[in-house]
Structure formats: C-alpha cells, structure tokens
C-alpha cells in the first residue's frame, strides 16, 4: 500500500507527523493487493466545492471519498484505490465538540474514507451497523476507542 498525503491546509501541521498518522489508517483498514490511495488534507471552502460538485450538497463535511475507476491496471503498475478529502475546521470542531484528540479523530474519519473506497457503505441501517462494526474493530487495532460510544 502507497499512501500519498497531501497538505493543501496548513493548519493540519497541528498534528505533527500526518504522512504517518493517515498512512497507519489507510494500512490498519486495507487489507489485499497493494495499491496506492491519496488524502488531501484541505479546509472546508474545498470540501464545500467539492461537495457542491460531486454530491449536490451545499455545504462543507467532515471526510469524501472518491473511489478509482475499475479500469484495468497494467501488468507491474499498481492500481490506485482512489482519494480521501477531510476538511481541517469540520474534523477540529468535531473533535473538539466530542472531546476527542484531533489525531483520533482524524485516523476514524481515514478509516472510514478508506472503507468507502472499498465498497462499503452506510446509506441504510444494516450496511451501517457493519460499517460501523468494522471502523470499531480497525479503531481497536489501533488502540483507539469506540467512536461511537455515547
């Protein structure tokens, strides 16, 4: 697994060493052949925009995902998983309000975006509950608590 993280807003360097935080993320949620993922560290304006464009919704989130193509990948060329966007005062705001450490926060949201990637989903109550269950078993991996215990 390749991971490329991208820092388009400089208030993640808050979180020190990101390249190594996310990659443990993207590493401890995937798991078959390798292949290389991108996250973009942005801000809300850019997540707004981007929401905007690919979800009909006016309004900045927390994470997107955006999956690579199925398109055939070359013999020796690995194939590219897709993209992960956060927004930096959405994912703050939220950690703050949850009393939650921002690089907790940030390595839910990478799991949950890297799962997306993978095909799962969480649009009706049952592939929630497994989404979920899934994100909880990679979190504790990690050894980070249930975020979504009340």
């Not at 820092?7 to 979180?15: D, F």
């Not at 991108?38 to 801000?43: A, D, E, M, R, Y």
């Not at 939650?100 to 969480?122: F, I, M, N, P, W």
């Amino acid at each position: 697994m390749t991971t490329e993280v991208l820092l388009e807003e400089p208030a993640w360097n808050v979180l020190g060493n990101a390249q190594a935080l996310v990659t443990s993320a993207v590493n401890a949620a995937f798991t078959g052949k390798p292949c290389s993922v991108t996250v973009l560290l942005s801000n809300d304006a850019e997540i707004r925009e981007l929401n905007k464009q690919f979800r009909k919704k006016d309004k900045a989130t927390n994470v997107l995902s955006f999956p690579a193509s199925l398109m055939p990948v070359p013999p020796g060329e690995m194939a590219h998983l897709g993209d992960i966007v956060l927004a930096y005062e959405t994912v703050a705001a939220e950690a703050e309000d949850a009393q939650k450490s921002l690089a907790h926060h940030v390595t839910h949201l990478v799991v949950h975006g890297t799962l997306h990637l993978l095909g799962h989903d969480h649009e009706d109550e049952g592939e929630a509950e497994i989404m979920e269950q899934k994100e909880r078993d990679i979190l504790a991996s990690l050894g980070i608590a249930d975020p979504y215990a009340t």
